[in-house]
Nanobody, 122 residues
């Protein structure tokens, strides 16, 4: 199993930037494709970005492509998401999880973390 702790969220004005961090524990961390997801109140959780274990392949949702950047440091068991040019529509709780490059979280990864809240004001 993998334990996940997200951090780095906050309140930012439109056009600003944030860097989110995901600390993952578990000996198999480096074997997983890792991704970021987000969920706004009243909406379904949606895929944001994913990266392979080496970081050599990435995938982004159309809504964030060109603005967000996912990266990982397997030696530190960390996954990051750089959010640039933030828009009010990016307001959501952000979560990390093992997934596939289609944007589907693995069904047996364990439990979602508490997430980190990103609020973008206009």
């Amino acid at each position: 199993q993998v334990q996940l702790v997200e951090s780095g969220g906050g309140l930012v004005q439109a056009g600003g930037s944030l860097t989110l961090s995901c600390a993952a524990s578990g000996r198999t961390f480096s074997n997983y494709v890792m991704g970021w997801f987000r969920q706004a109140p009243g909406k379904e959780r949606e895929f944001v970005a994913a990266t392979t274990w080496s970081g050599s392949m990435t995938r982004y949702a159309d809504s964030v492509r060109g603005r967000f950047t996912i990266s990982r440091d397997n030696a530190k068991n960390m996954v990051y998401l750089r959010l640039n040019s933030l828009k009010p529509g990016d307001t959501a709780s952000y979560y990390c999880a093992p997934c596939d490059l289609r944007g589907n979280p693995l069904p047996d990864f364990g439990s979602w973390g508490r997430g980190t809240q990103v609020t973008v004001s206009s």
